[in-house]
């Protein structure tokens, strides 16, 4: 009876509290959110969430990032690395590549279809390598040394091509036709998607494909006829097969749907006729095969949809799927090639080039950029691995893919930048020797392609972060978008009480550990980096409270004041970088000597998240919303103020002191796939390094002129003979290429 009762009570209260409370929440809820367009809806739903959805609950668990294993090659995968890879790299000359050739040698083309490099990640049984996503990134990487324009070639089909849509989306039969062709490079990819007319904005491209009857073969068959005209694609030039998104219409209603199917993606040969390759594109003077193509009245069977009539009108979201994992490989692979690079030459180079004396390295504002080289180095790296270890785990992070596509093409623009103002003149003069040029030149392609960057950082890292790793916004808007209102409002009541208790706590949680400067937030057992893991709890819960906070005040207006869109996605960005940085020395066996990288990357990244923080609430339109959180997560305003000087040149000294710390960060790679320049300055530096302490001697001697020392007797045939060897290999090193007038004039004039 008393039971009975209790519940007849909790029933009415229930009834009550959705009635006058849930009810007038839920219209205005209803009315003030704006509904998901179908491409916004797809774009959300494709791939899924990860870590990010610990940064944004406010309260990570850090025992979970570290019991995850890290990426690892198989001995096949590493195999392939030190054979093939190797062996392709030895085959490159990036300077005839890109002022001669004008494309890769017919041998590397050969060389890369006869290894599959096309293949890698199709599965064995088709006839491709079936390699990890580290295995994958790690190609990449290791061939971007050696040129860009092989390490696109090679990284296009195997990211955003047909392959990833076969293997995730395609019939049996497509997959075993297209798949073997593909890796063994008998069919070579490309994928049409940006359009003249539509490049962020993919979602209003003008390329049609409508369902009509059409003769192949001498017979009548359903099928599709396509008009496009795309630019920009990768491989067009030389492509077999084209991938080809467009908008699918059904006039006639010969499916027996709806007239308007929407974006759709089909595999076109290119030898059909109406299929047109135009003229090839240079982009920023890199000579990888790209160039637009158009399509006139192309007619296709039904079957060349990819995933068959069955996947018609899901091809928005087949993209969104692929771009999920393939964007967080490709770019982010080269970004930490070069970010690496950068770190390795800059600080060679400036151990062996002398002003005044000394090495420049002594100086501070060099210093000052190579301690921000080694920090770059390090983080990208880590994420890099990081974000690899998931997709191998089977995850398909948009948003962390989207985090990594902007901040490590970033991070390496400002590295090759930093790069080439330590190198000075050096770097300035092209020629055949010049290591850095091709790199800097090729920084606009990786800022651009894959998603601009400002359309990343605007609109995509918090915009899709917010919706999809948020733990019930996603559940409330589906609650909302039902066009049945009571079954919506049953569902929304469910779920807004549970969110609001969920902010409660967190409002609670940030507010505890803000003014606690973070002691009071959880951290593992991690020897001297556990402070920072306190720090990042402390800045997760405020970022947490803070975007529930804009979410709550802007709704759907949020998705407009991009400004603000974008200083929140800094922060969650930095939140997974910053645990991608201490889960990698925690991998690595929490190396001392690497503390001072950890340190100075994690400093950083709290001034950035505070300086973030404060801009954010600055520009609340709700004031007296912006004071309460003000005093709630940042009561004396941003107080990290970044890496000490001290911290910056303890960075700098490990990019030029041999040594197992410098080997960890720039790693050893360089003497396989490194280019001759390369190893000519790595010889300048070992040999500069054994004799520093003849020219510390010296210079204490008031001797800066070692012949004058050795002729005074002040030094031994031995010492002087390496001082010599010392010495011209530094003037090989800062030698710049020159050129006879007739060899400039280009050989078509």
């Known amino acids: 009876m008393i039971a009975s009762l209790l519940q007849e009570n909790a029933l009415d209260m229930n009834d009550l509290r959705r009635e006058r409370l849930t009810r007038p929440v839920y219209r205005w809820a209803r009315k003030a959110l704006p509904g998901l367009s179908d491409t916004e809806r797809e774009a959300i739903d494709a791939g899924d969430v990860w870590w990010e959805a610990d940064l944004f609950a406010g309260d990570p668990d850090w025992n979970k990032l570290l019991a995850m294993p890290p990426a690892r090659l198989s001995d096949a995968e590493q195999a392939f690395l ?31 279809k006869a290894q599959r490099f096309f293949g890698m990640i199709i599965p064995r049984e088709y006839g491709g390598l079936g390699f990890s996503a580290y295995a994958h990134s790690e190609v990449v990487r290791r061939i971007s040394l050696r040129s860009v324009t092989a390490a696109v070639t090679v990284m296009v089909p195997n990211s955003l091509g047909p392959g990833e849509l076969l293997m995730q989306f395609g019939t049996d039969a497509q997959r075993a036709y297209w798949l073997p062709r593909l890796a063994d490079g008998t069919e070579i990819p490309c994928f049409g998607l940006t359009s003249a007319e539509a490049g962020s904005d993919a979602a209003s491209m003008t390329d049609t494909g409508v369902v009509c009857r059409g003769e192949i ?23 077999t097969v084209l991938g ?115 090495p420049i390295s002594r100086f501070e504002g060099i210093q000052d950029k190579l301690g921000r080289l080694a920090a770059n180095a390090y983080l990208v790296e880590a994420a890099r691995r990081m974000t690899c270890a998931g997709l191998d785990q089977g995850k398909k992070p948009a948003v962390v893919s989207a985090i990594m596509k902007y901040h490590a093409t970033e991070r390496m623009r400002e590295a090759v930048n930093d790069a080439m103002d330590i190198h000075a003149g050096k770097a300035v003069i092209d020629g055949p020797h010049n290591y850095l040029s091709g ?111 804009a979410l709550g005040l802007l709704g759907g ?9 974008a200083r929140l996605g800094d922060i969650l960005a930095e939140l997974y970088l910053l645990s991608a940085v201490l889960k990698r020395w925690q991998d690595e066996g929490r190396q001392e000597a690497d503390l001072p990288l950890v340190r100075w990357c994690v400093e950083q990244g709290c001034a950035t998240i505070e300086a973030r923080l404060a801009e954010v609430l600055a520009n609340l339109p709700n004031r007296p919303v912006a004071w309460l959180l003000k005093f709630l997560v940042q009561p004396l305003g941003p107080r990290a103020a970044g890496p000490s000087d001290a911290l910056t040149q303890a960075c700098a000294r490990i990019l030029t002191e041999p040594g197992a710390a410098r080997d960890r960060l720039v790693g050893t790679l360089w003497r396989t796939c490194g280019s001759p320049s390369v190893a000519q300055l790595d010889r300048a530096f070992a040999l500069v390094c054994e004799v520093q302490p ?24 031995e010492e002087s003979e390496r001082l010599r060897q010392a010495e011209e290999a530094v003037a090989a090193v800062i030698a710049v290429d020159d050129f006879d007038p007739e060899d400039l004039v280009h050989p078509c004039r």
């Not at 073969?217 to 492509?239: F, M």
Request: hydrophobic share 45%.
């Open 82 to 112: 030190d054979g093939p890879v190797a062996e392709l790299c030895a085959m490159l000359d990036d300077w005839k590549i890109n002022s001669q050739w004008r494309d890769l040698p017919t041998e590397v083309w050969q060389f890369l």
């Open 694 to 717: 003849l020219y510390d001697r010296l210079r204490t001697q008031g001797l800066r002129d070692w012949r004058a020392a050795a002729e005074a007797g002040l030094l031994t045939d």
């Open 244 to 358: 080809l998104a467009f908008k699918l219409s059904d006039p006639e209603g010969l499916l027996g749907g709806p007239a308007d199917i929407g974006i759709s993606v089909a595999l076109v040969p290119t030898h059909l006729p109406g299929v047109e390759i135009g003229k090839r594109h240079v982009p920023s003077m890199q000579v990888f095969q790209n160039g637009p193509t158009v399509g006139r009245d192309v007619f296709v069977p039904l079957d060349a949809l990819i995933g068959g009539p069955a996947r018609a009108g899901q091809g928005w979201k087949m993209l969104m799927s692929a771009l999920a994992a393939g964007r967080g490989i490709s770019l982010p692979s080269l970004s930490a090639a070069a970010v690496a690079f950068a770190a390795h030459s800059a600080g060679a180079y400036a151990r062996v080039r002398k002003q005044f004396g000394l």
């Open 439 to 549: 790199l800097y030149r090729a920084l606009p392609v990786g800022i651009t392609v894959e998603g601009a960057n400002i359309l990343t950082r605007c609109l995509i890292i918090f915009g899709q972060g917010a919706i999809r790793a948020h733990p019930y916004l996603m559940k409330e808007i589906e609650a909302l978008a039902d066009d049945d209102a009571a079954r919506g409002l049953d569902a929304f009541d469910a779920i807004f009480w549970k969110h609001a208790g969920h902010s409660a706590k967190n409002a609670l949680r940030a507010w505890l550990r803000s003014w606690t400067a973070g002691l009071a937030a959880p951290a593992p057992s991690a020897g001297r980096a556990r402070a920072h893991y306190r720090q990042l709890g402390r800045y997760a819960s405020a970022f947490a409270l803070v975007a529930e906070a």
């Open 217 to 239: 073969d001498g017979r009548e068959v359903l099928g599709i006829r396509l008009n496009w005209r795309k630019r920009y694609i990768t491989l067009a030039p030389v492509a």
């Open 557 to 565: 207006e949020l998705k407009r004041k991009e400004m603000l869109s």
